[in-house]
């Protein structure tokens, strides 16, 4: 990577990480709502998401994408399904009262899982950063080089 390239990937993360998204959003809604102790469990998957990101990018996922406009363009549809699903069922649910019974840490760390997941913030990025540094042409075992400034 260039240093050029490598500048702009660095900016771009600072950005980034520095603008809270859903994942921050529903930490302080879990902090404000369950306490401190509850609410950890989605930071934990914040943690969870990052790693599972983190290992598909060096996996190979990125290049499959650059590979293959298909696998993105039906990536994008499944995507755009789900979030029309996810405002159907807000605007259906919109008139109803919201819960305030307790959840068990393993409901926090599943829905909060599911924000992670989805988080088009979260996905954009590690798409972006892994992107210029992965080549669909190289063999599969060095199929992403490293992140590291250039020397």
Excluded: D
Aim: positive net charge; proline residues 6%.
């Amino acid at each position: 990577m260039s240093f050029e390239g490598w500048t702009v990937f660095a900016l771009f993360w600072v950005v980034f990480v520095t603008t809270p998204g859903p994942n921050a959003v529903n930490c302080i809604q879990n902090g404000m709502t369950l306490g401190m102790g509850r609410a950890m469990w989605g930071v934990l998957v914040i943690l969870t998401q990052a790693t599972a990101f983190l290992l598909l990018s060096a996996l190979g996922i990125t290049a499959l994408l650059v590979a293959s406009p298909m696998a993105f363009f039906w990536a994008k549809l499944i995507g755009a399904g789900f979030l029309i699903y996810l405002g159907i069922r807000g605007w259906l649910n919109a008139g109803k009262p919201v819960s305030t019974e307790p959840r068990s840490g393993r409901s926090v760390y599943f829905h909060a899982l599911m924000i992670a997941t989805i988080n088009a913030k979260s996905v954009a990025g590690y798409l972006a950063a892994s992107r210029p540094s992965c080549s669909p042409t190289s063999r599969s075992g060095s199929r992403c080089a490293s992140l590291s400034p250039p020397r």
